[in-house]
């Protein structure tokens, strides 16, 4: 079942997003758990029985997205699935949920993004109906 994030699941969820960011800090944490309680951001939690074992965070660009066409554009800014629950259709349904929650909403794009060595994301992406349209290395120097 997905619901929408809630104060009360703040410690499962801290603890996923740790897992997927794993330099992240409550901090940084509690900022997008704010941001989704004031309506800047949007989160979604894959709750299976009592268990909390998967998230989306989501968003609305305005600036810049590559390959979009529209000023205001869906934005996956994370998606993460418990090890044990990947390869059940969850981050699909995640996805989906999103897809649907903007569309409702009158957005005709969602974009995302990857780092260049995470094939499963990628595939994934892939898979679910993505199109990949720009790769980019950063650089910097002091």
């Given at each position: 079942?997905?619901?929408?994030?809630?104060?009360?699941?703040?410690?499962?969820?801290?603890?996923?997003?740790?897992?997927?960011?794993?330099?992240?800090?409550?901090?940084?944490?509690?900022?997008?758990?704010?941001?989704?309680l004031s309506g800047k951001e949007y989160i979604f939690l894959y709750k299976r029985e009592d268990d909390i074992i998967g998230f989306i965070?989501?968003?609305?660009?305005?600036?810049?997205?590559?390959?979009?066409?529209?000023?205001?554009?869906?934005?996956?800014?994370?998606?993460?699935?418990?090890?044990?629950?990947?390869?059940?259709?969850?981050?699909?349904?995640?996805?989906?949920?999103?897809?649907?929650?903007?569309?409702?909403?009158?957005?005709?794009?969602?974009?995302?993004?990857?780092?260049?060595?995470?094939?499963?994301?990628?595939?994934?992406?892939?898979?679910?109906?993505?199109?990949?349209?720009?790769?980019?290395?950063?650089?910097?120097?002091?």
């Amino acid at each position: 079942m997905i619901i929408e994030y809630k104060k009360e699941y703040f410690n499962a969820y801290k603890k996923l997003v740790k897992e997927l960011w794993n330099d992240i800090t409550d901090e940084d944490i509690i900022k997008i758990t704010n941001e989704h309680l004031s309506g800047k951001e949007y989160i979604f939690l894959y709750k299976r029985e009592d268990d909390i074992i998967g998230f989306i965070n989501t968003s609305v660009r305005s600036d810049y997205v590559p390959g979009s066409t529209g000023n205001g554009v869906a934005y996956i800014e994370g998606i993460y699935v418990c090890k044990a629950y990947r390869r059940n259709q969850v981050a699909i349904r995640l996805v989906e949920h999103a897809m649907k929650f903007f569309k409702n909403r009158g957005f005709t794009e969602i974009a995302s993004d990857t780092l260049i060595e995470n094939e499963v994301s990628q595939f994934l992406h892939k898979a679910i109906g993505f199109r990949e349209v720009e790769r980019c290395v950063h650089f910097i120097k002091k």
